[in-house]
């Protein structure tokens, strides 16, 4: 009649004759950080607040006082590298590390800024340089800016009013551009949290308000039911995002031929930020700013499994329908009309 699954993962089920049943179909746990490996951070960091990986896995991050440090060691064999270095004359809030190797950072004082001189035989760079070319759009100056992302031919930014714009003008030859747009469809104030650029030229964006996921489809944005998160990153065809409880997801069967993705499925481990670039390479910062990396192919345990036997009755002929949520909480609506909490439940 009614059946609610919860985390465990347990199910609780109501019958026709009003009788309450539970069933345990796996053990009940918090996931802990199986599959996930450590990764040190910068030495003398206590924190890190911010990891964007890029091309060919380099890894750019930011710790708790805005220093920024670079990956060494990164190749084929060897994805979570050797060492940090730190890069000097860095104040930044935010960084991405583009397609093409370039990288983009959100300073302190909230101007954008790029990394020059960035070649295949030296991916630190050079110098940051400011930029500010004063180009402004229906009032919206794009001088400063609050999250930048890049992917394939993208570089885009929240700007002015929390609006999404795009960079003009990027190729291989002025990998910096020239000017903003707001991308078609984009042009609302205040309506998006975060914007995320994967190197299959995806663009999604993740609501302010609502939390939820939106892929942008060229003129337009449609929500992907469900998914609301706190954080999201898009790769190469991976996109992965954590909730406000920390818990990692990714996005199933997500492909050039299905670009939507079918569903999100959960990862181990629990984690505050995430990003990714190449497929099944995931870096992850946790609650308390620990480095984490996961390889490889990733595999799911089942949730359900389609099993006759094993059920419980915890009530008789009292309930009309249950529901189960986080550390196994349920909620009943009994015969009476009365809405109760299930006590004792750890």
Not at 24 to 31: A, E, S, T
Not at 240 to 249: F, P
Not at 299 to 304: C, G, T
Request: aromatic share 10%.
């Amino acid at each position: 009649m009614d059946i609610s699954v919860g985390y465990g993962p347990v199910l609780w089920g109501v019958d026709w004759g009003h009788n309450v049943w539970f069933k345990l179909i796996g053990d009940i746990k918090q996931f802990g950080q199986e599959g996930w490996i450590e990764v040190e951070k910068p030495d003398g960091v206590s924190k890190m607040v911010n990891v964007d990986v890029g091309r060919d896995g380099h890894v750019w991050g930011i710790d708790d006082e805005n220093k920024v440090y670079y990956r060494h060691g990164i190749h084929g064999q060897q994805v979570m590298g050797t060492h940090w270095a730190e890069i000097p004359q860095s104040n930044f809030v935010d960084i991405a590390v583009c397609t093409d190797g370039h990288v983009w950072a959100i300073g302190t004082d909230s101007k954008i800024y790029a990394r020059t001189m960035i070649v295949d035989d030296d991916q630190v760079g050079q110098a940051w340089m400011e930029i500010s070319d004063n180009v402004c759009e229906g009032g919206n100056c794009m001088n400063t800016a609050t999250q930048v992302t890049c992917g394939g031919p993208n570089v885009m930014v929240i700007g002015t009013n929390n609006r999404v714009f795009r960079r003009t003008a990027v190729t291989n030859d002025n990998p910096y551009g020239v000017g903003w747009e707001t991308p078609a469809g984009l042009d609302v104030d205040n309506m998006w949290a975060q914007v995320t650029a994967g190197e299959n030229e995806q663009v999604w964006m993740l609501h302010a308000t609502d939390r939820n996921v939106y892929r942008y489809t060229g003129d337009s944005y449609q929500a992907i039911q469900p998914g609301r998160f706190k954080q999201f990153n898009c790769g190469n065809w991976m996109l992965v995002g954590v909730t406000a409880y920390n818990e990692v997801y990714m996005r199933d069967e997500y492909s050039h031929a299905n670009p939507d993705g079918s569903d999100w499925k959960q990862m181990t481990g629990s984690m505050a930020f995430v990003s990714t670039a190449e497929q099944g390479l995931v870096w992850a910062l946790d609650q308390v700013g620990g480095l984490w990396l996961i390889e490889g192919e990733i595999s799911w345990e089942p949730v359900i499994r389609n099993e006759l036997v094993g059920w419980t009755k915890v009530e008789d002929g009292k309930l009309l329908q249950v529901d189960v949520g986080r550390n196994g909480k349920l909620v009943g609506r009994w015969n009476d009309g009365q809405t109760r909490w299930r006590t004792g439940i750890t």
